[in-house]
Each structure stands twice: as C-alpha cells, then as structure tokens.
C-alpha cells in the first residue's frame, strides 16, 4: 500500500539468483509491449489447435457485419469469450517475484505476514487453472466455460493484468487489439500448422513467450481478395 510508505519492487530471476537491485514494479523493461503481442500470438496458436472454434468466431462475425472493430467485444460474445479465454490460459506474465522494502512486517488479507525485505512469489499461471473458480475443467481451454459463468472471476481471482492499484493500465486496449487481430485473421485467412510436434511451449522464465515463435502456414480465404 503506497499510501502507508509500503514499497514492493520486482525483481529479476537470473541464473538461479535473483538479480540487485530490484527494480520498481512501474520500470519493467517493456510496459505493455510484448506482452500484447505474446497474447495475440498464443491466441492464433489456440485457433489453430481448435477449428471449430474458427467455425463459431467466423458465424458469430458473419451474423454481425455492422459491429464497429471497437465495439466488437462488447457486441460478439463469442469473441470475448475467446479473446478471454486465452487470457486466462496464457497469461503473459506467468510468474512474478516481488521484495518488501519497508522496516515492517505487512499482512495480506489471508493473514500470512510479509517481513522486511522478505520475496514473495506468486503465479497468475497457476491462480488461471484454480478448479474453485473456473471449474474442474479448469486445466482445459475452452472458451465456452465464459458463456455459462454465473460468476466473472476477480481480478485477484484471474490476475492476467494483476489488481488493485498496480493492475495493467492498458489491459482495455491489449483485449481490443486482441479481439481485432483475432477476428480479422479468422475473416480473411485460413491458418495451419508448420511446426514440429503437437504442443508449443513457453521460454523459461519469468515471461509467457512463445518459444521460438510460431511457424504457421497462410493462406488467403476464397471471396477475399480484397485485401
């Protein structure tokens, strides 16, 4: 809690020790950058493990037409559904460490208590896949399990953009240029897999990367030569 002189900074993992000094949670390398980018890409890489669901997207944008591209999550369910789904089984920061700088002890609201200079970690990976929030199913993707909710998750119960005061201050636009990238490669072209092996998988550390990118093959949609 800023309010009360209470400084938390994140930190870096580094070759198995964790690198000094610690950093201020607001200076990461690349605010907002990469990890847009990470979603998009994690979020073609489910379409293509997942054509029916390229199927459900191109009917519900067909059905459509006239949605304006920013008001597309609002007005496509299915979209939403999606784009929130990937969010919440590829979070684009995984893993955080952050260090208590304060001469002391702060409790969190679970009770446990945080000592001076003491390393907290916590894993939004992990909180994404809790059964009590989203179901036994939880470990699965799926976007459908957004349609019959009859709860949205916190964002301390799914922390793809943290909460609280430190949550992203650009997760509005990371979702709109998520569900715009989603939505126009879905309409204009047809995605296959060029890849090794069944499963993609993240780089090691703290970051939600894809390792080694994500080799696809394009090809044009009938009916759009247009772009």
């Given at each position: 809690?800023?309010?009360?002189?209470?400084?938390?900074?994140?930190?870096?993992?580094?070759?198995?020790?964790?690198?000094?000094p610690?950093?201020?949670?607001?200076?990461?390398?690349?605010?907002?950058?990469?990890?847009?980018?990470?979603?998009?890409?994690?979020?073609?890489?489910?379409?293509?493990?997942?054509?029916?669901?390229?199927?459900?997207?191109?009917?519900?944008?067909?059905?459509?037409?006239?949605?304006?591209?920013?008001?597309?999550?609002?007005?496509?369910?299915?979209?939403?559904?999606?784009?929130?789904?990937?969010?919440?089984?590829?979070?684009?920061?995984?893993?955080?460490?952050?260090?208590?700088?304060?001469?002391?002890?702060?409790?969190?609201?679970?009770?446990?208590?945080?000592?001076?200079?003491?390393i907290?970690?916590?894993?939004?990976?992990?909180?994404?896949?809790?059964?009590?929030?989203?179901?036994?199913?939880?470990?699965?993707?799926?976007?459908?399990?957004?349609?019959?909710m009859?709860?949205?998750?916190?964002?301390?119960?799914?922390?793809?953009?943290?909460?609280?005061?430190?949550?992203c201050?650009?997760?509005?636009?990371?979702?709109l240029?998520?569900?715009?990238?989603?939505?126009?490669?879905?309409?204009?072209?047809?995605?296959?897999?060029?890849?090794?092996?069944?499963?993609?998988?993240?780089?090691a550390?703290?970051?939600?990367?894809?390792?080694?990118?994500?080799?696809?093959?394009?090809?044009?949609?009938?009916?759009?030569?247009?772009?």
């Amino acid at each position: 809690d800023d309010r009360r002189g209470v400084e938390f900074r994140q930190c870096r993992w580094v070759s198995g020790s964790l690198e000094r000094p610690c950093r201020r949670r607001g200076d990461a390398d690349h605010p907002g950058r990469g990890t847009s980018s990470q979603a998009i890409t994690w979020g073609l890489y489910e379409l293509i493990r997942h054509p029916a669901w390229v199927e459900r997207l191109r009917k519900a944008l067909a059905e459509n037409p006239d949605v304006p591209a920013s008001e597309r999550l609002s007005q496509i369910p299915r979209l939403e559904h999606f784009v929130s789904e990937t969010l919440r089984f590829h979070p684009s920061a995984p893993i955080d460490l952050v260090q208590l700088h304060s001469d002391s002890p702060v409790s969190l609201p679970n009770g446990a208590v945080v000592e001076p200079e003491a390393i907290v970690f916590w894993s939004p990976w992990a909180m994404n896949r809790d059964k009590n929030v989203f179901g036994a199913d939880a470990e699965e993707f799926d976007p459908e399990r957004w349609e019959f909710m009859h709860k949205r998750p916190t964002a301390f119960e799914m922390p793809t953009f943290h909460g609280g005061a430190r949550s992203c201050l650009g997760q509005a636009m990371a979702r709109l240029e998520m569900g715009y990238v989603i939505a126009e490669v879905v309409a204009r072209y047809d995605l296959t897999a060029a890849w090794e092996g069944e499963r993609r998988l993240s780089k090691a550390g703290l970051g939600g990367e894809m390792q080694d990118g994500l080799p696809v093959r394009v090809r044009l949609r009938a009916g759009r030569g247009d772009v």
